[in-house]
């Protein structure tokens, strides 16, 4: 019989987190389902998407990054997030 009590996934399902200095206050876990991108806030975390690959959790981060609350034009926040994807890519 199943537990009505559980809630998520089983304590310990993470394998992997990956951190780096350029993701911030960001890190991804991976399990045996999925890449999961976190945010760090002062004393909890937030799960901000789970990603079936890698790239699109990269992709993901470097989107959020760019979400600052600062006004920008369409062409510097593609520039911003393009050059956030290629710092991913040099260090992958």
Known sequence: M???NFKGRPKGS???KITDPSLKNYHITQDEWSFNLIRENDNSETI???YPTLA???ISAGR?????????TLDT???NINNKLDEFRSIV
Not at 64 to 72: C, I, N, W
């Open 48 to 50: 901000m998407g789970y």
């Open 64 to 72: 959020y990054l760019q979400l600052d609350g600062g006004e920008t």
């Open 2 to 4: 199943a537990n009505h």
């Open 56 to 58: 699109d959790a990269l």
């Open 14 to 16: 993470n394998r992997i």
């Open 77 to 79: 926040y593609i520039n």
